[in-house]
Nanobody, 127 residues
């Protein structure tokens, strides 16, 4: 079992920045690829960014590419999402998730491939 707790959400003006953190406890953090997803009111949960177990591989949704950066610190059991140039359409609840993967370089981009989820943190971007 892996427990995930997100933090760092809040209210920010358009063009601003935020850094989300996701702290993991339980089984070995470095055994899991990690991802960030978001869900806006009335919309389905969508993929934002993913990072491999080793941190070597990353992948981003087109909507955030060049603005968001995912990273991880396996020594601290934490994954981060640095968000810059925020737009009103980035407003959503952001979730981190963990996926058991056989390779240190694999990433996952779909919700069904993730095994554990955090409770989410709200990000609101005012225009």
């Amino acid at each position: 079992q892996v427990q995930l707790v997100e933090s760092g959400g809040g209210l920010v003006q358009a063009g601003g920045s935020l850094r989300l953190s996701c702290a993991a406890s339980g089984r070995t953090f470095s055994s899991y690829a990690m991802g960030w997803f978001r869900q806006a009111p009335g919309k389905e949960r969508e993929f934002v960014a993913a990072i491999s177990r080793s941190g070597i591989s990353t992948y981003y949704a087109d909507s955030v590419k060049g603005r968001f950066t995912i990273s991880r610190d396996n020594a601290k059991n934490t994954v981060y999402l640095q968000m810059a140039s925020l737009k009103s359409e980035d407003t959503a609840v952001y979730y981190c998730a963990a996926a058991a993967v056989p390779s240190a370089v694999l990433v996952r981009t779909t919700t069904g491939r993730y095994d554990y989820w955090g409770q989410g943190t709200q990000v609101t971007v005012s225009s």
